[in-house]
């Protein structure tokens, strides 16, 4: 394909209730898509990053200018892009002189891929390798002023089907919030608990409260750069621990996995550079024995079909993070969001990444544009 222009675009969306972690609370989003036009069509990405670098470094302005000043044209710039060759596997290979920012280098794989599978007449679940048609729904849990308002959240998520709880946790908000939520399921219901980074070294012995409540997996309670930490972690607990954060490419997988800092894995595309970067992340987790599922970044219904495909791979063999979009949103950018039917999720199955834009609707929240030419 032969790259012709780059539309950067910003949306607002108001999230339906807020969601507060360990790192803050979010009420709205302020959200970067990439709209490729190629020889061959057009694609969309979506870009993970958030307003404030409190996840990880990355943040949406950063995002957009790494993709405008650097990204973009290097892209362009690369010998593929001229005649008809460029695929989107060429992508990350073309960016990877430039250190980080692999949520700005995913949204732009992305949309090379969705404007890639499109012509092909190809789907990403197809592409990718799923191998299933359903796969089962979780949902993340934020942190309440009270277990009470938690517990009739929970209550409500369960009564929507959701198969697997996670629930947010931060010091001062964890042994109890996580004792009521197991009286409450039952100890057959799958549940898990991720702290994003909150806790540290010293509070080991402190986590391993956690272990009398049957828990899945802990997720990322330490430092992103912690790895002995979790090593030692994971030797103390009997709770599975699961990196999330630190988890930045499948080498830094395979790593954490050879040093016995994690022991399950959460796959983000937009954390590790791309939905390739995500498969090549799940083939090497297959080959070592270690369960993987798909997080989630909050996604509009551009990222939530494609996370949907990524997680239809064999290996993802816990329940994800890829809940129904109306747990978010009370209208998704797409014209069929993501639903859940008895705790599960449909594998998009049409050409590209698997959704059809509302696009009347994605003008009316368009906060601003910018268009890059060739
Ligand atoms: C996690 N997500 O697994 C993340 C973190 C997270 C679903 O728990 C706006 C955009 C708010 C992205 C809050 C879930 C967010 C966000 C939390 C990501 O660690
Ligand atoms: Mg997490």
Redesign the pocket.
């Known amino acids: 394909m032969r790259l012709e222009r780059l539309e950067l675009r910003r949306i607002a969306l108001d999230l339906v209730t807020p969601?507060r972690?360990s790192f803050g609370v979010?009420t709205a989003?302020d959200i970067l898509l990439l709209k490729v036009t190629t020889d061959a069509g057009v694609g969309w990405g979506e870009c993970?990053a958030?307003h404030e670098p409190a996840?990880s470094p990355e943040f949406v302005d950063g995002a957009a200018l790494v993709i405008e000043q650097h990204l973009w044209p290097a892209l362009l710039g690369a010998p593929a892009s001229g005649d008809a060759t460029l695929t989107a596997a060429q992508v990350a290979p073309t960016l990877q002189r430039f250190k980080g920012h692999q949520m700005a280098k995913a949204a732009l794989e992305m949309a090379v891929l969705d404007a890639q599978l499109r012509a092909e007449g190809v789907s990403l679940a197809e592409h990718l390798g799923a191998t299933r048609e359903l796969i089962p729904s979780g949902v993340?849990v934020g942190i309440f002023d009270t277990i009470d308002v938690l517990l009739e959240q929970v209550a409500g998520y369960v009564a929507d089907g959701y198969v697997r709880i996670k629930l947010k946790i931060e010091p001062g908000w964890d042994i109890e919030p996580v004792r009521a939520v197991r009286e409450l399921i039952g100890r057959d219901k799958p549940l898990q608990v991720?702290a994003?980074t909150a806790y540290s070294r010293a509070d080991i012995e402190h986590l391993c409260q956690l272990d009398q409540f049957d828990l899945l997996l802990i997720e990322q309670p330490l430092a992103e750069e912690d790895v002995l930490g979790h090593a030692q972690l994971a030797a103390a607990s009997a709770t599975p621990v699961c990196l999330?954060e630190s988890i930045l490419s499948a080498s830094t997988a395979v790593d954490a996995i050879e040093l016995g800092a994690t022991e399950v894995i959460?796959i983000k595309p937009g954390r590790v550079g791309g939905y390739l970067e995500a498969r090549s992340i799940h083939d090497v987790c297959v080959e070592l024995g270690i369960p993987v599922w798909c997080?989630?970044?909050?996604e509009t219904g551009i990222g939530r079909a494609a996370n949907a495909a990524l997680a239809a791979l064999p290996g993802f063999t816990l329940p994800g993070?890829i809940s129904a979009s109306t747990r978010f949103y009370r209208r998704d950018i797409v014209t069929d969001p993501i639903t859940i039917t008895d705790g599960h999720v449909s594998v998009p199955s049409i050409p590209g990444l698997g959704y059809e834009l509302d696009h009347e609707f994605l003008d009316s929240i368009t906060t601003s544009t910018t268009e890059l030419t060739g």
Request: aromatic share 12%.
């Open positions: 969601f972690t979010e989003r993970v958030q996840y993340s991720d994003n999330d959460n997080g989630g970044m909050i993070d």
